[in-house]
């Protein structure tokens, strides 16, 4: 009993209206708190210029902006009385930075895709390099089981038909020196 926790610990929070408005309060101040800190991490680790007001129920703003709430307000306001040409992509050159970034992301996802289709052809020739060890390992096996006059031509390489071709060449020359040395034995048992 004395190991049960205090809290439920972190767990998936219904998207609705709290109801309890203590409750309520908390939870806006632990969000405000953790959306700052990700607007500043954004700020810091990408160099964003960040902005935003948050009002609370009881319509109090906060506000955040880096580097400047009047950087980000000159910034909105010059977008919005300047607005940026509409793209027409027949007079876009190739040097746009969208088109950059596009051909970019498409290079990285091609060269992702180059690289798991290597490692699956890599893969694949490890496989049967193993396979073809196997098949020759069995195939010597037989062959040594068997006796390699046994062995069914059919399922013979050219160059194991060659190495067997040669086998019994060499069997045939020594069968046949055999022969001739028992006749010359038996011939010399005979006259005697």
Known sequence: MADQRKTKGKQKIEMRMIEKEEDRITTFS?????????????????GADVGFVIF??????????EPSMESIENRLIM???????????????????????????NQEELNKYHTELASSLEAEK????????????????????KGWWETPVGNLSYEELLQTNESLEDLHKKLCNHIIGERRTSNHTDAS
Do not use: Q, W
Request: proline share 7%; net charge positive.
């Open 30 to 46: 632990k969000r405000k708190s953790g959306i700052y800190k990700k607007a500043t991490e954004l700020a810091t680790l990408c």
């Open 126 to 145: 490890k496989n049967r390099k193993a396979i073809d060890n196997l098949v020759e390992n069995s195939t010597m096996k037989n062959m040594c089981e």
């Open 79 to 105: 977008d919005i009385e300047n607005p940026p040409p509409k793209l027409n992509l027949s007079t876009i050159s190739d040097d746009h930075p969208l088109l950059r970034a596009h051909r970019h992301l």
């Open 56 to 65: 609370s129920s009881k319509d109090k703003p906060f506000s955040f902006a």
